[in-house]
């Protein structure tokens, strides 16, 4: 069954307790947690002190996607509060650097992928990734839409992993709904982040469910 990782980006921050409880009800498998600095993403939104207090708050995984320049200076204070700790290829970090350690700091590690990346520059660093996240919007805002060529490089990267019998989880990211959701299922996607659509819906838990149905 497919895991679902909700992205908090465009809920109500001062309602995000309750949120929360209510994904925690509809049986969401991770929280979805986007830091952005200004500079790599031409937007800003939160960090440590945000998740910490989320952390304090929730048993779910804490699932945190780094959307900031030179991620490997900040890797400790972030590795903290995570349990899955994402970085962007594009970055400017050492990459396997970087994945090693976030591991070494006891969190899961996760790279990252713009839609301008191929996802074969990736696959020498799988063996280091516990999970793989493709972005199939531009890094920065809620509510885009889904850019179909997310689809070729999940199932590129699916092929790679299965091939190798690697353990990595694929993740998508941007713009999943009730029509993009099985599209990325099928190519391959383990696990769905979904902002917008989640936190739009009356009824957050049934529509939890739909996805999870599917
Ligand atoms: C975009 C973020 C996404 C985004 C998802 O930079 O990484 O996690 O908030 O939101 P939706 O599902 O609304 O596209
Ligand atoms: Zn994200």
């Known amino acids: 069954m ?13 309602e995000l307790s309750e949120s929360i409880k209510r994904l925690e009800e509809a049986g969401v498998d991770m929280l979805h947690l ?3 600095d200004g500079i ?38 972030f590795a903290a509060v995570s349990d899955y700790l994402g970085f962007h290829y594009e970055a400017g970090s050492d990459v396997a650097e970087t994945l090693k350690e976030i591991r070494n700091l006891g969190c899961k590690s996760c ?16 063996p280091l990734c516990d999970m793989v996240l493709v ?5 920065g805002f809620g509510g885009q839409k889904f850019m179909p060529e997310a689809l070729g490089k999940l199932s590129a990267l699916k092929k790679e ?15 999943i709904n009730a029509e993009t959701a099985p599209l990325a299922i099928k190519a391959g996607a ?14 957050m838990g049934a529509r939890v469910k739909e996805i999870k149905a599917l």
Request: hydrophobic residues 45%; proline residues 8%.
């Open 2 to 14: 497919v895991k679902i990782s909700p992205s908090v980006l465009t809920a109500d921050f001062l």
């Open 34 to 36: 986007d830091v952005m």
């Open 40 to 77: 790599f993403v031409p937007n800003i939104s939160f960090g440590v002190p945000v998740i910490s207090s989320i952390k304090k708050h929730t048993a779910l995984p804490c699932d945190v996607h780094l959307m900031i320049d030179k991620p490997h200076r900040y890797l400790k204070e």
């Open 111 to 126: 790279l990252t992928i713009k839609p301008c990346t191929a996802p074969e520059e990736i696959f020498e660093y799988l």
């Open 135 to 139: 972005m199939s919007v531009e890094p």
């Open 161 to 175: 992993i299965v091939d190798r019998k690697l353990n990595v989880l694929l993740e998508v990211d941007g713009g």
């Open 190 to 203: 383990d696990v769905l982040v979904a902002g917008n659509y989640i936190f739009s819906a009356d009824d």
